[in-house]
């Protein structure tokens, strides 16, 4: 025996590749090792990371590292204090760690895929080697193995029948159900099943060259990409977190280099700025609310094994779904037959049916079966005879009698209508009509049959066929009908701003077909366009592959490679791409698609490689879905919003309040406001919303744009409350709230060995009933309190606490909709929590029980016109005062609510019809229409004054009108 000369420049064998010569004898032992040794194992050699590798990757990153920073920081100030205070360290430390190890665990699921995979391809292989057949792993098969294959064997190399004909099952691979006929000298493909017969064949490509590992390649190929949206929220995590870096830089250097304070109590609130403003809780509420979304979906039948997927959802431009059991039923059906002269429907799909097996049918005999009307008269007829399907005759053929009566014998055929066409004598007569019916079938994508009975004369011997007089009855036709819900769906989906295209194995007559029935679109491209795209060719006709891509409705004819090709370059174009599948030729693209979708009866290899799974047959199930996903992104997009919004405000007010004002509060609690805040927004995965009408986008632009312009307000608003209550007026000697402020009364910490605070007085209002040094005690006599009406630092100090938690409470219903905040109710969970912490806030703010000094103290003002710092203690406000922080916020609530209101109809044309743009527009202009006026004033004053009209001194001016000072 002769075998190929391997020399090692032969990288690899690929599917029936004509350079490995076969051998009826098979390989030796020694000539199959040096086959391996060039070809590699039958198996796909996958890159592995180190456990330990991936671990360390989920403790690097811009978030990561900050709160890694924040850490160091606690921990250098916890062991230079005197306190000693780790409390700070421990948190930070455990949340990095519970961060890090859930990131770790989940990318651990990455590699199901491709496990799964190799679980499709067969364990042991009867092989020829040495002149014996040998039973060996399926991994050490060669190209040019000598091979057996027989019923319930699962093909476990791309080979080439040698003898004989096999029907085998390729559902695994392509999805398709219907078995295969390979005949003698044609391709089995690895991963296959034989369903019937048993044959050798020459094995022609093993491991990666083979067609499922090819999809292997592809699956481990796309298996490194990150998510969509842990992308997102590493850009939201980015601003925020240059925010809060340029923040505590400034203040630490203004207060360090400038005011000359200690580097430790800098970087203490340092280190609580940042711990408040550091998007902590971002990754665990975002988890949080998918998660909750996701047993939702479940209870839907849509089960979510990556949560990331459900953002990804919410916002999918196009579907790229299968056909066959997704858009179809996967079930074929007859079509009204088509019948010469006198002969019935029911004549045809009778004498079909005798022509049939009615044992251990295949799908189209079952169908034919299905569709007979009489079935109990088949048993009338005794079967003499049975010829089943030949792929070279292409047709079967069955002898019946009839078993009372005359006992006539007949001959029934049916099979390719070409061929049954041929057996009749009038062929000639009937060959253009019966041409034109194949053409217009074949065109619309039917799979068709011919039928055709012979009537015996009476006596003559059955056995004999060269007598045979057929006659031509007409043609059955069939095809996968479409699901009945399937039309709705995809119109559902396109008012949904969801294109669906149609990808399929399946011959392109066909898909267009179901494309016509379902209103689908016809521009579908099939062999041709694939065969460009292998060959590499960037323009087809002068057009780029990519925009062919994108504007066609469907492909035809596709293999693995080209369903993963074609999902490329929709997402090249920034469109957020789905795909179903249920074949491992699925596989690879579900990998690819930033939604990979398992339909109702995948093979686990598809649901290995998808982010979503459905138990419920077709694509209805998916419109509730993106429902649901939009839903949720809505929530996790609310929470971003709030979540920029509080820390703009906190940095923004805090810079310049130490910068400028040497003001600050105790650094626990900004902590309490963080906790409070975060737990409330917590619920937000509880909350009522409405999903968009079109996908949804991160338009990270518009909402940092919103937030700062809705975070700049509300400082403002504490800056305002700041002066209010530490402004005196001239007129009364009170502040604007009632209260007589004295900037030498405050509470502060002396001797930092003593248990109790003390009373310090410098201020003229409480000199008269006070000492200095007086030990503090909290109920407040006469003695050791200012007098009644009189506040000082310790109480403005609550004031903006309580201003910045209850404000904080507040602006969770200013960032849940873009609308007025009493357009849509909130979720009862959230309003729950969010009373909650504002009574708890409200309560802290009136008893304030804790003599924490300040991070930073506060400059105080003495009699020498000096600024002193003083580590002042936060004093409780009491009820009048909390009412009147209560009205006050409200108020600014309202005030930034209106603005926000305005600010999204100004820039954000998300989901609106042009209707609606139009009334966007009117609403402006009657928006503001006191602006409108007071612009039209200043035109019609500039046209005067270049007419020399005087318009000073002319009388008293009316109210609103537009005074201009001509000096």
Not at 108 to 133: E, Q, T, Y
């Amino acid at each position: 025996m002769s075998y190929q000369s391997l020399d090692g420049k032969n990288p690899r064998a690929g599917p029936n590749n004509d350079m490995v010569e076969f051998n009826e004898d098979g390989l030796t032992t020694a000539e199959a090792q040096k086959r391996l040794a060039i070809y590699g194992p039958n198996a796909v050699v996958e890159k592995v990371t180190p456990w330990w590798k991936l671990l360390l990757l989920k403790f690097w990153g811009p978030m990561p590292i900050l709160i890694e920073i924040a850490i160091i920081l606690s921990l250098v100030n916890a062991i230079a204090s005197p306190e000693k205070d780790y409390v700070s360290f421990v948190v930070l430390l455990l949340l990095l760690l519970i961060n890090g190890f859930i990131g770790f665990f989940e990318e651990r699921n990455a590699g199901n895929a491709i496990n799964a995979l190799k679980k499709s391809l067969a364990p042991k292989c009867s092989v020829m080697r040495d002149g014996v057949w040998q039973v060996v792993d399926a991994k050490d098969l060669v190209p040019g193995d000598f091979i057996t294959v027989k019923l319930g064997d699962i093909i476990p190399a791309d080979a080439k029948i040698h003898k004989g004909n096999l029907e085998v099952d390729e559902s695994a691979l392509t999805g398709e159900s219907f078995l295969v006929t390979v005949a003698e000298g044609e391709s089995l493909k690895s991963g296959s099943i034989v369903r019937v017969g048993e044959t050798e064949a020459f094995v022609t490509a093993t491991g990666a060259n083979t067609y499922i590992g090819e999809a292997m390649k592809l699956v481990a190929q796309s298996s490194a990409s990150e998510g969509h949206f842990q992308k997102v929220l590493f850009n939201v995590a980015k601003v925020i977190i240059v925010i809060a870096l340029a923040a505590t830089v400034v203040i630490f250097c203004l207060k360090v280099f400038k005011d000359h304070d200690g580097v430790l109590p800098v970087l203490d609130l340092c280190l609580v700025l940042l711990v408040a403003s550091i998007p902590i809780a971002m990754q665990v509420v975002c988890t949080g609310t998918m998660a909750v979304g996701s047993r939702k979906l479940a209870a839907h039948n849509v089960i979510v094994s990556r949560l990331g997927a459900i953002e990804e959802l919410a916002g999918m431009t196009i579907l790229c779904s299968d056909k066959t059991g997704t858009l179809t039923l996967n079930k074929l059906q007859m079509r009204d037959p088509w019948t010469m002269g006198s002969i019935t429907p029911e004549q045809i799909t009778f004498c079909a049916c005798l022509a049939s097996k009615r044992v251990n049918p295949d799908a189209i005999d079952d169908c034919i079966y299905q569709g007979t009307e009489h079935k109990d008269k088949l048993e009338e007829f005794e079967e003499l005879d049975f010829v089943p399907f030949d792929p070279v005759a292409k047709r079967t053929e069955a002898t019946v009698r009839e078993k009372t009566g005359g006992k006539t014998t007949f001959r029934v055929t049916k099979g390719a209508p070409q061929v049954i066409l041929g057996l009749t004598a009038n062929y000639e007569e009937l060959a253009e009509e019966v041409e034109l019916k194949i053409k217009e079938y074949a065109e619309r994508g039917l799979r068709s049959l011919a039928v055709a009975r012979c009537l015996l004369p009476e006596g003559a011997a059955w056995e004999k066929r060269d007598q045979d007089s057929w006659e031509f009855m007409g043609m059955l036709s069939f095809h996968d009908p479409p699901r009945g819900d399937t039309k709705q769906t995809i119109e559902t989906a396109k008012t949904m701003g969801v294109e669906v295209k149609m990808i399929t194995g399946d011959h392109l007559a066909i898909g267009k077909e179901t494309a016509r029935l379902l209103g689908m679109g016809g521009l579908f491209y099939g062999k041709e366009f694939l065969a460009a795209v292998d060959d590499g060719k960037a323009n087809i006709d002068g057009r780029d592959v990519g925009d062919i891509v994108e504007a066609a409705d469907g492909f035809a004819q596709v293999a693995p490679k080209h369903k993963f090709f074609i999902v490329d370059q929709l997402q090249k174009r920034g469109h957020l791409t789905g795909m179903t599948g249920d074949g491992v030729n699925d596989a690879p693209a579900l990998k690819k698609a930033d939604i990979g979708i398992a339909v109702d009866g995948a093979t686990e290899a598809a649901k290995a490689a998808s982010d979503i799974v459905l138990l419920t047959p077709g694509l209805s199930v998916i419109i509730t879905a993106i429902i649901r996903s939009r839903k949720i992104f809505q929530r996790m997009k609310n929470y971003c919003i709030y979540r920029i919004i509080c820390t703009f405000q906190l940095l923004l007010f805090f810079t310049i309040a130490i910068s400028a004002f040497n003001f600050s509060i105790p650094a626990i609690s900004l902590v309490l406001i963080t906790l409070l805040n975060d737990g409330t927004i917590m619920t937000i995965a509880h909350d009522n919303v409405i999903p968009a009408k079109k996908p949804e986008a991160w338009k990270l632009g518009v909402i940092a744009a919103v937030a700062c312009v809705v975070g700049t307000v509300a400082t403002i608003g504490l800056f305002v409350m700041y002066f209010l209550y530490t402004t005196n007026k001239p007129s009364s000697g009170d502040n604007y709230f009632g209260f007589s402020f004295d900037a030498q009364c405050y509470y502060t910490i002396g001797d930092p060995k003593a248990k109790d605070a003390h009373l310090h007085f410098e201020g003229l209002k409480c000199a008269p009933l006070c000492k200095a040094g007086t030990p503090f005690n909290p109920t407040g006599t006469a003695q050791d309190s200012c007098p009644a009406g009189v506040v000082g630092w310790s109480e403005a100090v609550c004031v903006i606490y309580m201003c910045l938690s209850v404000g904080g409470q507040l602006t969770v219903y200013i960032a849940r909709t873009k609308h007025s905040f009493w357009s849509r109710r909130p979720g009862y969970t959230l309003m729950a929590a969010s009373a909650f912490a504002q009574i708890a806030s409200t309560f802290l703010a009136v008893y304030w029980p804790i003599q924490f000094k300040i991070s930073a103290a506060v400059g105080i003002p003495n009699y020498a016109g000096e600024t002193v710092s003083s580590p002042v203690v936060m004093k409780g406000i009491g009820w009048e005062m909390a009412g009147i922080v209560w009205g006050y916020c409200i108020g600014f609530f309202l005030l930034e609510d209106l603005i926000k209101v305005y600010f999204y109809y100004a820039v954000d044309n998300d989901n609106k019809t042009d209707e609606e743009l139009a009334e966007r527009k009117r609403k402006q202009r009657a928006f503001l229409p006191s602006v409108t006026r007071l612009f039209n004033k200043k035109k019609n004053s500039r046209n005067s004054l270049r007419g020399n009209v005087p318009l000073i001194g002319k009388g008293p001016q009316r109210k609103g009108e537009v005074v201009m000072n001509m000096n």
